[in-house]
């Protein structure tokens, strides 16, 4: 089960230190568990991250 979260503003986004400490899977990975939010634009174009693994991302949204 996913808790993504989305940040309200680019004070919501993670700090450049934790960024620059951990993968780009691990980044997704938190993302996905509503660790680390998600970009504000996803809520702007109604898409979230839906799925994480090795080599692969998805994401799922309903164009309005």
Do not use: K, W
């Not at 568990?33 to 991250?49: Q, T, W």
């Amino acid at each position: 089960m996913t808790h993504y979260r989305i940040a309200g503003s680019m004070a919501d986004l993670p700090a450049r230190d934790l960024l620059l400490s951990i993968s780009g899977l691990e980044f997704m990975q938190r993302m996905l568990a509503g660790e680390i939010n998600g970009a504000p634009i996803s809520g702007l174009m109604n898409y979230r991250l839906h799925d994480v693994a090795e080599g692969r991302v998805a994401f799922r949204g309903t164009p309005e």
